[in-house]
């Protein structure tokens, strides 16, 4: 069976809490990525968003992306993830079967209410997605927002239909039809 | 899109686990895939609490 990360919030408290899902994300990436096992050096462990987030802009909010979250994770805990581009959705498919997981920006406004974890917010958000169901193809996706802070919220992991997925990610500001952004784990099923 | 794609499909969801790794290390070694598009949003936005 896949590893599965424990869920980190975004709503945690800390500085920039609602502008960390990049910064969740990549903290539950980072989980996938290490199976849980402390790099033990200097840093904290488990991974923190505000860590994250401190590491990506120590003075300022505001939204941030792959490749900075990818440059933080990796100083604070030796995650190397794989950035890449406009992949195909069916390619997307075979790097998560094949035993990775992956960080995904996608657009907030065409998310349906049973999965909306931030109801009025339509703008850009980063998600974690661990694997696929091969019954029905869906994906486990770890939205930062559900944290079921109120009861009509989602609480943590949910699985997504795929054509949501694709919808969700698709629809992300720069980026080619049926196609995704994604920062990728290492195969942790070797 | 890269033409490496075009060329060799991505296998079926029930194919066997060694063709979906095999398909995925071609890709990530693709250079094509690690470009960033110019017009990329340049990251997420702030939710509501």
Known sequence: MVYRPPF???????????????????????????????????HGWPPKPAEIRNRVSPTHCGGSDLEEN??????????????????PMATFRSLIISGRGAVVPIWYGVIPAKYDASPGFTGGHGIYVNERRASDGAYLVY???????????????????????????????????????????????? | MPVKDQQKPPPKAKAPIEDHKRHADEVLADEAYKVKPATLNTGNDEAKP
């Open chain 1, 143 to 190: 939205d930062p927002l559900a944290d079921h802070r109120r009861a009509s919220i989602p609480q943590g992991p949910q699985w997504w239909p795929a054509s949501l997925l694709q919808k969700a990610a698709e629809t992300f500001p720069g980026t080619r039809a049926g196609c995704v952004h994604a920062s990728f784990t290492r195969d942790t099923e070797v």
């Open chain 1, 70 to 87: 990818h440059n933080a994770v990796l100083h604070l805990y030796g995650v190397d993830l794989l950035v890449r581009y406009n992949i």
């Open chain 1, 8 to 42: 980190i919030r975004q709503g945690d408290g800390s500085r920039c809490q609602w502008s960390n899902c990049n910064c969740a994300a990549h903290a539950m990436a980072a989980m996938r990525h290490r199976l849980g096992v402390d790099p033990k050096n200097v």
